[in-house]
């Protein structure tokens, strides 16, 4: 019996549709073309013929729907790492995300003096700031801390020999290690004392007329503990002064206050090396600071002066947008009182663990009126301050578990939400860490929760 088979329509008569007027006006008429070509071809190659125009513009529109999708998107970070380098690091306070967002839409006197109607330089509206808060003659900013620490290299030790000790030859993340950056930098690594312990004598004995500069790393991601010594920054000064050479600190996370205020593990402020000697000192924008991806370079001003005379600068130099945002959050440290109110980095880092286990059980409710039947429990846990700060300090923390067979589903259908859950598995349980879903964050949260698929 001979089946009538019906031909698809044609590309035509498709954009005629009046299905594909609001597909015409939301993705414009190249792509809208191009995507129908697509799924007519497809169909011909399963001889999948008889197809409504309803039903291809539909396909047509799913695939549309993926293809301009944005890639990057926020997600709810429970992974219990703070300021996760893969999450994007340290959240913003709004007023810098809208100064950020107001800067990128329009001109500014980036390079603009407003008072002469000359040409201005775009430091100047930051490192006034950075000089009141770190006691530093100069100050500049550039991309992230990895192109402070080759910039100040490449400027003070081009092609001389930098004196580090063993116990400070650190990989981080993302392939930042000192070893390498010193090489690309142009400069040449002396390996100085072993990696538990480094005594003044060691440096004293690697320096010499081939040395341009000393440098020390702050140890932030890990600790050597046991028999240990290392040189003091201010010992480390003296050594280099007395040779006539300028001491680099890599401080990294650096802070730029004390967090001991806030119960937090000590961690060295840039004022402080500044004060011991150090002549230039480096650290990130968006780890502990709280604000967006930059590298700060504090420190004498004839070493600032000579840095922003290296060609490399203007490669390694901030757009106005981020230096907007961290206008504004520093601008916030001059009132430390408030700050861990309004620096979110600060806030979810000090948040009380009665606060995070209110969220937990608000949290395991909503998941388990979705989910009846999985087991879902509260548990203790501790999170990590992230980016390599303090990395043997863990702050306690509440944490929303799941359990049960498929876990690796309930995973992906939490991954596959409209702002995607990412938590953690560890020991056969979802670990949902409840300390960066702040209140104003959970009416969200449980409302997609509730809109969740079965299955991802
Ligand atoms: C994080 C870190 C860096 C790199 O900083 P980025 O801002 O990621 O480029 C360099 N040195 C130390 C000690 C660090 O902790």
Redesign the pocket.
């Known amino acids: 019996m001979a089946v009538h088979i019906s031909p698809l329509p044609s590309v035509d008569a498709l954009l005629r549709a009046p299905e594909a007027e609001v597909l015409l006006s939301r993705f414009g008429r190249a792509a809208l073309t191009a995507t129908v070509r697509e799924v007519l071809a497809t169909r011909r190659t399963v001889r999948a013929f008889g197809a409504s125009a309803a039903d291809i513009l539909g396909e047509t529109a799913d695939r549309l729907a993926i293809r301009f999708a944005r890639s990057q998107r926020p997600v709810f970070n429970m992974t219990g790492t703070v300021l996760h380098?893969n999450l994007g690091r340290s959240p913003m306070p709004p007023e810098a995300a809208e100064a950020a967002a107001e800067a990128m839409r329009g001109a500014t006197n980036l390079e603009y003096d407003l008072a002469t109607g000359q040409r201005g330089e775009r430091d100047d509206h930051v490192s006034f700031l950075l000089r009141e808060l770190t006691g530093a003659e100069a100050a500049t900013v550039v991309n992230?801390?990895?192109?402070?620490?080759m910039l100040v290299l490449n400027t003070l030790a081009l092609g001389k020999e930098v004196p580090v000790s063993r116990g400070e030859l650190?990989e981080?993340g993302?392939a930042?290690r000192?070893p390498d950056i010193i090489a690309r930098a142009g400069a040449i690594l002396k390996e100085v004392g072993t990696t538990n312990r480094t005594h003044p004598r060691d440096y004293q004995a690697a320096i010499g007329a081939a040395t341009g500069a000393v440098m020390r790393?702050?140890q932030?991601?890990y600790a050597i503990t046991g028999f240990t010594a290392m040189v003091s920054t201010r010992a480390l000064s003296e050594i280099a002064h007395a040779a006539g050479l300028p001491l680099i600190e890599?401080?990294?996370?650096g802070s730029l206050v004390d967090l001991e205020r806030w119960g937090l593990p000590h961690e060295p402020t840039p004022r402080d090396s500044l004060a011991a000697g150090a002549d230039v000192v480096?650290f990130?924008?968006?780890?502990l600071l709280g604000g967006p991806?930059v590298?700060l370079i504090v420190g004498h001003k004839s070493v600032i002066s000579a840095i922003n005379q290296n060609p490399l600068k203007r490669a390694l130099r901030v757009d106005k947008g981020r230096l907007a945002a961290l206008e504004v959050v520093l601008r916030m440290y001059r009132d430390p009182d408030r700050l861990a109110d309004r620096l979110p980095a600060l806030r979810l880092l000090t948040r009380s663990e009665d606060d995070i286990q209110a969220t937990a059980e608000r949290i395991r409710a909503a998941l388990l009126g979705r989910w009846p039947d999985r087991d879902i429990d509260i548990q203790p846990c501790r999170s990590q301050i992230g980016?390599?700060?303090l990395p043997v300090d863990l702050l306690p923390s509440v944490a929303v578990t799941i359990g049960g067979i498929q876990l690796k589903n309930i995973r992906n259908i939490l991954m596959s939400l409209p702002k995607p859950v990412i938590g953690r598995i560890a020991k056969g349980r979802l670990i949902l860490d409840c300390r960066c879903l702040e209140q104003a964050d959970e009416a969200p949260f449980i409302a997609q929760i509730m809109q969740a698929a079965d299955t991802a």
Not at 144 to 149: C, E, G
Not at 250 to 253: H, K, T
Not at 284 to 287: A, E, N, Q, T, Y
Request: no cysteine; charged share 10%.
């Open positions: 380098t992230n801390n990895a192109a402070a620490v650190i981080i993302g930042f000192v790393v702050h932030a991601n890599d401080l990294g996370s480096t990130s924008g968006d780890k991806q590298g980016s390599g700060a």
